[in-house]
């Protein structure tokens, strides 16, 4: 049976390649910068989410099977904090480009400040997205988890109440991002440019070129975090309006968990959800290239990249040797292991050289190699 959806293999392709795509630019000098902490988050998590996706798309492209328990149970929590930690990271990054722009300083002035940046920081982009994936999604998680055919594993939430105690996570932040931080930065942009220009200038951590495509970053962000969970807001509500159950809104902490099976379904039968699931496969990846296009192809990455390659040929150039030398050694060790027995008249000695203690001296020549060793007798 072939794969359900008609663009396999390309989700899991590129979900691969922008991947190792991320990995870079995490490796890169930029993304470990204290006050660059709103894009680690980002590139971190992504880089994770688009390893499940790859991993989802190619076990489950043509069948709808409940299998990988404990693998369902991580992927199906990790989409829940992703898909918090995406919107979060849009007010992370907007709230730390308005402190650089309105104090013009990287860091806080104070040991006291900067520590209460932290917590902040480390609240919005971890502490929450981790919460609200724990104990808040498991209110209303109705089975350990659900899998779609040709999406594989994910979350099973039930009830109304998910937009209640899901949706503003998702669509907040990057609102407040947008109303709040955004006019404050471009104001300032507009009328301080000339004394921001000069701190960016000076500045030896960020630079007015760096400061632009954090805002970029951002500003990507936001546009896909309120477009994307705009339109899932909808879609989770539209089955709700008018409706009659009694039980629709939550069905009550005792009925959502007593069955506690996965659930499975059909790719003909996913209806408006199989549009939001496209969608949602398809921003990760595209927005890894987004952010490799904005910080993976700087001067200071291509050099960490040349430095990268340059190290890694050297490595390659001497393991020929190295291989070659440890041979040596090890043929030498073993003949002077059977040198020794024989002079001692023993058949009964162990060949292995770690046996007898054995040690290697490099004389001072180039060539000269001597092992000695002592033999216990019995």
Request: net charge positive; with cysteine.
């Amino acid at each position: 049976m072939g794969a359900v959806d008609p663009t396999y293999p390309l989700l899991p392709i590129a979900s691969v390649i922008t991947s190792l795509l991320l990995l870079l630019v995490l490796f890169s000098s930029f993304a470990r910068q204290s006050w660059n902490l709103g894009v680690t988050f980002l590139c971190f998590w992504l880089f994770f989410e688009n390893i499940a996706w790859t991993i989802n798309a190619i076990i489950w492209s043509d069948n709808a099977d409940i299998k990988l328990y404990v693998y369902c149970d991580i992927v199906s929590h990790l989409q829940i904090l992703t898909s918090v930690v995406k919107p979060m990271s849009s007010l992370l990054i907007m709230r730390r480009l308005y402190l650089i722009a309105n104090s013009q300083a990287v860091e806080s002035p104070t040991d006291a400040m900067r520590r209460k940046d932290r917590l902040i920081e480390w609240t919005i982009g971890l502490v929450i997205p981790v919460l609200v994936a724990g104990p808040i999604y498991y209110v209303i998680q109705g089975s350990r988890f659900a899998v779609s055919e040709g999406f594989g594993c994910g979350g099973a939430m039930i009830g109304a109440l998910k937009i209640v105690l899901i949706q503003p996570w998702l669509i907040l932040p990057p609102l407040l991002a947008l109303t709040v931080y955004y006019p404050r930065v471009v104001r300032i942009l507009y009328r301080q440019h000339t004394e921001l220009n000069r701190f960016l200038q000076t500045n030896q951590s960020i630079s007015r070129s760096c400061y632009l495509r954090v805002l970029a970053l951002a500003s990507v962000d936001i546009i896909f975090s309120l477009s994307l969970n705009t339109t899932g807001f909808v879609l989770y509500l539209l089955p709700y309006i008018g409706s009659d159950q009694p039980d629709s809104f939550y069905p009550g902490w005792d009925s959502a968990h007593s069955d506690w099976s996965p659930k499975s379904h059909a790719y003909a039968g996913l209806g408006t959800e199989k549009a939001l699931l496209f969608f949602t496969r398809w921003t990760t990846p595209i927005f890894a290239i987004v952010i490799f296009g904005l910080f993976g192809l700087t001067q200071g990455a291509r050099a960490s990249y040349r430095e990268a390659f340059w190290t890694v040929n050297e490595w390659l150039r001497q393991l020929p040797y190295n291989l070659v030398f440890f041979r040596r050694l090890r043929n030498k060790r073993m003949r002077e292991v059977k040198r020794l027995s024989i002079e001692s008249g023993s058949s009964d000695i162990d060949m292995s050289t770690s046996s007898h203690g054995l040690t290697v001296d490099k004389r001072h020549s180039n060539s000269d190699w001597t092992v000695a060793g002592d033999i216990e007798h019995s």
